[in-house]
């Protein structure tokens, strides 16, 4: 159901589209320089027409497409949650007559995921783009037994406090000028914690785990918001030519998109306990 299916690199370590690796997304000898020989070229240095490694855009303008991909992913994945709300027979009735399906879209997407971030290299952007797509329309179909749970009313407040708790903390992603690179390991650590936590709560049946688990969730997801903005400036300096491009704005997206679903949930989940 989205909730925590990330493919995050436990170690910092990202690889460019080139297969160059790079110890972290904001120190490629200073901030977007390459080593020539003897010398060293920073991308402020070079033409006008290009921007960084290959990038024949502004960051501003790869950002910009980065959350427009997300938006879709999205609206393609709440306008099937809102279907969904409109008609909570066709949903019931999917899992009361075919569980088995839904337990299939289920592993679909969590493979989906691992695809992409896997894979992307050796994928055409068309492909990547396809896969992000369905993705979107897979998870509507599987986080819409948690949203019939609710009035249309909630759900609305939920999604309007996310989109303003989300975008605060991707604009503080990206104008942070530290070095965030550190932070995934961090954040990992703490939704493994969180995982334990709650298998741990739902067995023992912890009093006000239920409180502990939204609240933490949350600060997580802030966290790997903030974080995941940062990360995109690492890609937009590996992107190499137009085609790694497209690659690095999809899964940037995607990065972004769960983080945006996740967050959602949990203050969902915490509005479902005021409500009760």
């Known amino acids: 159901m989205g909730l925590f299916n990330r493919n995050e690199n436990s170690n910092n370590n990202y690889t460019d589209l080139s297969g160059m690796n790079y110890s972290n ?5 200073g901030y977007g320089q ?3 020989g003897y010398g060293q070229q920073a991308a402020y240095q070079q033409p006008m027409q290009n921007y960084g490694r290959g990038n024949t855009l502004s960051l501003s303008e790869y950002m910009s497409k980065v959350f427009m991909q997300m938006f879709i ?11 969904s709300m409109l008609n909570p027979e066709m949903v019931i009735n999917l899992l009361g007559e075919h569980i088995e399906v839904f337990m299939v879209l289920c592993l679909i997407e969590v493979i989906m995921v691992f695809v992409l971030g896997l894979f992307i290299k050796k994928m055409p952007s068309p492909v990547a783009t396809v896969v992000f797509y369905a993705y979107s329309v897979i ?22 406090v996310t989109a303003g708790i989300f975008g605060a903390m ?23 914690g969180l995982i334990i936590y709650s298998v741990i709560a739902m067995i023992f049946r912890i009093p006000m785990s239920d409180l502990i688990i939204s609240i933490i969730g949350i600060i997580l997801f802030m966290g790997f918001t903030i974080y995941d903005t940062a990360k995109i400036k690492a890609f937009y300096n590996s992107a190499y030519d137009e085609e790694s491009q497209k690659k ?21 989940r915490l509005f479902a306990r005021n409500r009760n």
């Open 170 to 192: 991707a604009f503080v992603g990206k104008i942070a000028k530290i070095d965030l690179s550190k932070w995934g390991a961090i954040l990992l650590f703490g939704l493994i």
């Open 25 to 29: 997304g904001y120190q490629q000898n």
């Open 139 to 160: 998870n509507g179909i599987t986080i819409a037994p948690v949203l019939i749970l609710f009035d249309i009313g909630t759900v609305f407040w939920a999604f309007a």
């Open 34 to 36: 390459q080593q020539y």
């Open 73 to 83: 992913g999205l609206a393609i994945t709440f306008g099937i949650g809102l279907v």
């Open 248 to 268: 690095t704005i999809i899964i940037s997206a995607l990065q972004l998109y769960l983080d945006f679903i996740n967050l959602f949930l949990y203050i969902l």
